[in-house]
């Protein structure tokens, strides 16, 4: 049997920078400390370095799911998730989005996130890879550490 490893989307496979860089100056004012509230924003992002690569890699030995939260004031965010595991992984992620803030409540051997204490990520069961870590700075280090450990 597989071991089971779940990936966040913010930050890990979804580049957040991407889509603030292409929004209006207005629109940053108006949502400041809020951007992931704008409405389609999450459909404006561009993969992480090597994101799409790895998690096709990734699959073949792992059972992998990607894990990530949506803010609860951005309806949009959830569709443009969806929309953006379908254009991005295709059929490899084909029904694996699970969107939830209470990622302790999915049992796993991986968390790979970029936040540690946030949305249940600290509470995890499984082995939390703190992605942007100095462990962990970037999907090669993530995904040598994950082929390594089979």
């Known amino acids: 049997m597989k071991k089971i490893v779940y990936v966040d989307m913010d930050g890990v ?3 957040f920078q991407t889509g603030i860089n292409q929004l209006s100056a207005e629109i940053q004012v108006e949502y400041k400390d809020r951007l992931d509230e704008v409405p389609n ?3 404006l992002m ?4 090597l994101a799409i690569e790895s998690y096709k890699i990734l699959v073949e030995k792992y059972d992998v799911y990607i894990l990530s ?8 965010a959830w569709h443009d998730k969806l929309i953006w595991v379908k254009k991005h992984l295709g059929t490899v ?13 999915n049992n796993g051997d ?17 082995e939390l890879i703190h ?8 999907w090669n280090a993530v995904k040598d550490y994950l082929l390594l450990t089979l």
Request: glycine share 4%.
């Open 46 to 49: 561009q993969p992480m370095p």
């Open 41 to 43: 924003i999450f459909s």
């Open 131 to 138: 992605f942007k870590s100095e462990k962990f700075p970037d």
């Open 69 to 76: 939260t949506a803010p609860w004031e951005n309806p949009s």
């Open 93 to 105: 992620a084909y029904k694996r989005l699970i969107l939830s803030h209470h990622k302790h409540l």
């Open 13 to 15: 496979l979804v580049d």
């Open 110 to 126: 991986y968390l790979i996130d970029d936040r540690h204490d946030k949305n249940g990520s600290d509470k995890f069961k499984g």
